[in-house]
């Protein structure tokens, strides 16, 4: 396993070259992934479109900065993404706000695709979901937990919806959007700092 990790950190990326890359992408109507449909490039162009607006918007609280600057582990976040993916558009920017706001935490962004392996070894009930944070302590090459595809309220909101109605229908995908645009990455703050306060206990990390 760590060796997989290891490989997946060596080619991981800066938040801000992923968002070049997208960038790129767009202007060369492209998309990452192994697939090039017009559907997944398309989504790509609409996810630049949110991930630069998030980046302009996105605020952290006063009160989430005073809790998140007190985590003093050095970890690696290693996200697993795609350009394509809806989730992943409205997350990965939250999570480089928060990282912004504690120096401890090294941001890096590596591609589903391009690495098998990994993402293999980090399954979300046996399927391939994405964004997927692994949080990886600096210090022994351990992961001390992971996050993703959703933060908690839209694992919720997505849950109820699969078991009255069995799939995700365009429309219900329409409304998470829109229940992300209104959140606003406050539930991802809010699960990324209690996450965070539970690695905090010495025999977390003596």
């Known amino acids: 396993m760590k060796a997989i990790i290891e490989c997946g950190i060596k080619k991981s990326i800066p938040y801000k070259a992923y968002r070049d890359l997208v960038n790129d992408l767009v202007q060369r109507s492209a998309t990452t992934g192994h697939e090039q449909s017009d ?3 398309n989504y790509t162009k609409l996810n630049n479109r949110r991930m630069k607006r998030w980046d302009k918007t996105l605020k952290v609280s006063v ?3 005073k809790r998140l600057a007190e985590f003093d582990m050095k970890v690696t976040w290693l ?6 993916c809806g989730d992943a558009a409205h997350i990965l920017p939250v999570l480089n706000k928060i990282a912004e706001v504690n120096s401890n935490i ?3 962004v ?3 695709d391009e690495n098998p392996q990994l993402m293999n070894a980090f399954l979300t009930f046996g399927n391939k979901a994405i964004p997927k944070l692994i949080i990886i302590d600096d210090a022994t ?3 001390l937990n992971t996050y993703g595809p959703r933060p908690s309220e ?3 909101y997505v849950n109820r919806f699969k078991a009255l109605n069995g799939t995700l229908t365009e429309s219900f995908k329409e409304d998470l959007q829109h229940w992300y645009n209104n959140n606003k990455g406050k539930n991802v703050i809010d699960d990324i700092t209690e996450l965070l306060s539970h690695l905090q206990p010495a025999n977390a990390y003596q």
Do not use: D
């Open 154 to 156: 839209a694992t919720e």
């Open 63 to 65: 009160a989430s900065k």
């Open 141 to 143: 090459g351990e992961v």
């Open 39 to 41: 559907a997944l490039i």
């Open 106 to 108: 090294n941001y890096r």
């Open 110 to 112: 590596v591609l589903r």
């Open 79 to 84: 996200v697993i993404t795609e350009s394509w």
